[in-house]
Nanobody
Framework: QVQLVETGGGLVQPGDSLKLACTAS????????MGWFRRAPGKEREFLAA????????YYGDSVKGRFIISRDSTKNTVYLQMNSLKPEDTAVYLC???????????????????WGQGTQVTVSG
């Protein structure tokens, strides 16, 4: 079993930047593709970004394209989400997820992934 732990959330003001990290436990299966999602109160879970392990291909949701950047350090089993120009509507619980096999973009966007973290709260207010 793989455990994913998100860190880096917090309270920021509109226009600020924040960088989230998600670290996978070093024991267990290899985590291939990884992604970030968020869940805002009263809304469905939303795909934000994903990155493949093999080639580092990246995919983004329309609402964050151009503002958020996903990256990965496979040596540390960690994926990052750099969030810029944050808006109040970005307030949500941010979730990290991963798959045990390389996955096509459509599967990553759908959220049908094997492992999920508990999430970290991001609040944009001020």
């Amino acid at each position: 079993q793989v455990q994913l732990v998100e860190t880096g959330g917090g309270l920021v003001q509109p226009g600020d930047s924040l960088k989230l990290a998600c670290t996978a436990s070093t024991r267990g299966p290899t985590v291939y593709d990884m992604g970030w999602f968020r869940r805002a109160p009263g809304k469905e879970r939303e795909f934000l970004a994903a990155i493949s392990r093999s080639r580092g291909n990246t995919y983004y949701g329309d609402s964050v394209k151009g503002r958020f950047i996903i990256s990965r350090d496979s040596t540390k089993n960690t994926v990052y989400l750099q969030m810029n120009s944050l808006k109040p509507e970005d307030t949500a619980v941010y979730l990290c997820a991963g798959n045990r096999i390389p996955s096509p973009p459509t599967l990553l966007r759908s959220g049908e992934l094997d492992w999920w973290g508990q999430g970290t709260q991001v609040t944009v207010s001020g």
